[in-house]
Nanobody, 124 residues
Framework: VQLQASGGGLVQPGGSLRLSCTVS????????IAWFRQGAGRERDGITC????????YYADSVKGRFTISRDNSKNVGYLEMNNLSEDDTAVYFC??????????????????WGKGTQVTVSS
């Protein structure tokens, strides 16, 4: 199983970015996809998750209303649309997948498979 996150970069406050997570080695619709982030000196936190077949979505309060998670099961790709970014959103963002927990239950406690992070920097 491999996950590859992409789309990070430098953006000004108030700007937007879209991250992608390409998943290989798992059957589509049978795994949840989550995004975590880790800022400098902080713990890694789960911020959003999308379930497998019914695509239920869950958001941490810190990103609710600004971030949107989605997935394209035909391509085995997950997306994270981030809007109205602030400097507090600066972090390394990780995508993760879990075939044992397709419904995102307690996803913040950890996932089975992880990709390498992609840096998101929000700065003027």
């Amino acid at each position: 199983v491999q996950l590859q996150a992409s789309g990070g970069g430098l953006v000004q406050p108030g700007g937007s970015l879209r991250l992608s997570c390409t998943v290989s080695g798992l059957a589509s619709e049978e795994y949840s996809i989550a995004w975590f982030r880790q800022g400098a000196g902080r713990e890694r936190d789960g911020i959003t998750c999308i379930s497998g077949s019914d695509s239920g979505v869950y958001y941490a309060d810190s990103v609710k209303g600004r971030f949107t998670i989605s997935r394209d099961n035909s391509k085995n790709v997950g997306y994270l649309e981030m809007n109205n970014l602030s400097e507090d959103d600066t972090a390394v963002y990780f995508c993760a997948a879990d075939s044992e927990n397709p419904g995102c239950t307690d996803y913040g406690r950890g996932m089975d498979y992880w990709g390498k992070g992609t840096q998101v920097t929000v700065s003027s």
